[in-house]
């Protein structure tokens, strides 16, 4: 793979992600959050699933510290991404702090699975670098765009971050224990919901995942390790001319392509079994 | 100010994992139970959040203009819609709900 290849294709990610951004933007002005504060998450945080998290626990009326613990729990699978990359990158003191915010679903996505350690380190960095100003420029795009609402809620804005919230988990329900897991969350989530404090639920709700992750018998290497070979269809989906927005990929039947973009980060999913295997 | 304290302790949260990553060693993340858990917790947070946000207002459990909103998005995330789309057309379903059955 060409030099040029690799940045095309993140050129592509970074163009599909920052149309992303422009909804964040939107999403969290009219859950109540600022515009400082919204900027804040996403040049401090720069990790979407994460921001969508907190500014939906807030959004609908929750403690503030029960959104960060929300983000922080998104947040958990990039440390699974910066081990895999941590050999190929090998950085070291001031630049292993920088590099680290690199790290989230769309650079590693575009960094693994890359034909050599040389196009590996560009796809992350050009990735990373593209995505975070893509990604910043349309937070404020959607933060201006919104503010120019009187009222939110007579657009349907309320819905936007469920919708937004199902277009990322559907990627990663493949299988019946994903749906199973899945469900049997909302479920526990509701049930809860007139017992606890708002935004607690879905913290309860995480404890379904740490019950199930710690149930014997399967194995993450259990999954189908054809996923693994996911990031590379990166290139391939750009080619399909799938940009601006376009978050889920719609054209392609192979089920790694699909999972591969969105920053909820579909990827970790198919990170982990190549990691374990 | 408490909301501005809890963002900045959830973005130095979420920086210390992806710094985690490249600097831990590798054994202890490469534990079968700790990759398996934190694949899974996306998919229980997210799926917690789409009920969560869909069918309750405060601490009440509601049925509304959302739960129309989050159907429509299904069918547009079942056709492979981009994202941007299934946020528009949930936001625009549940709009004209509400524009449909005031105080939905």
Known sequence: MTRSQVLRDSAGVAVATGAYGISFGAIALAGGLDFWQTMALSLLMFTGGSQFGLVGVIAGGGAPIAGAATAIMLGARNALYGLRLSELLNVRGGKRLLTAQLVIDESTAMSIGRDSDRSARLGFYATGIGVFVCWNLGTAVGLVGASWLSDPSLLGLDAAAPAAFLALLAPRLRGREAWAVALAAAVVALIVVPLVPVGVPVLIAALVGVIAGLLPGRSAGRKDPADSAGPTEGGGVDRDGNDGGAVVDHRSDDGAADSRRRDGGELDGRAEPSGAS | ?104
């Open chain 2, 1 to 104: 100010m408490s909301l501005w304290i809890a963002i900045l302790a959830a973005c130095l949260g979420c920086y210390l994992f992806k710094l985690a990553g490249l600097s831990v060693p590798r054994t202890l993340l490469e534990r079968p139970k700790v990759q398996r858990i934190s694949a899974l917790l996306p998919v229980v947070l997210l799926s917690a959040l789409v009920a969560v946000q869909t069918f309750s207002t405060g601490s009440a459990l509601v049925l509304d203009a959302r739960a129309a909103g989050l159907a429509v998005a299904g069918i547009a995330v079942w056709r492979r819609a981009p994202f941007l789309v299934v946020v528009a057309l949930a936001a625009l379903t549940t709009a004209l709900v509400r524009m449909w059955v005031p105080g939905s």
